[in-house]
């Protein structure tokens, strides 16, 4: 009998492992400053968060609109 080579499960999901999605850095925010969605706006905390870390962490692109802040929507 011919030995079989490789792996037969390459390029199938593996259905054994559980994937949890971590909340982003904005939710993070949002949640430990107890603010709901329609505070978003309003918050002049949340304002500031934004305008410093808008570039490098994930920021809802309608907030971005809001505010007038740049948003390209381009990927790095």
Same mark, same amino acid.
């Given at each position: 009998?011919?030995?079989?080579?490789?792996?037969?499960?390459?390029? /199938? $999901?593996?259905?054994?492992?559980a %994937? %949890?999605?971590?909340?982003?850095?904005?939710?993070?925010v949002?949640?430990?400053? @107890?603010?709901?969605?329609?505070?978003?706006?309003?918050? $002049?905390?949340? /304002?500031?968060?934004?305008?410093?870390?808008?570039? @490098?962490?994930?920021? $809802?692109?309608?907030?971005?609109?809001?505010?007038?802040?740049?948003?390209?929507?381009?990927?790095?």
């Amino acid at each position: 009998m011919k030995k079989k080579r490789g792996n037969p499960n390459w390029g /199938k $999901p593996d259905l054994n492992t559980a %994937h %949890h999605a971590q909340p982003t850095s904005f939710e993070e925010v949002v949640r430990k400053w @107890q603010l709901l969605p329609d505070q978003y706006v309003t918050s $002049p905390q949340l /304002k500031d968060w934004v305008r410093r870390n808008k570039e @490098q962490k994930y920021v $809802p692109l309608d907030l971005l609109k809001a505010w007038g802040f740049d948003s390209d929507g381009s990927l790095y």
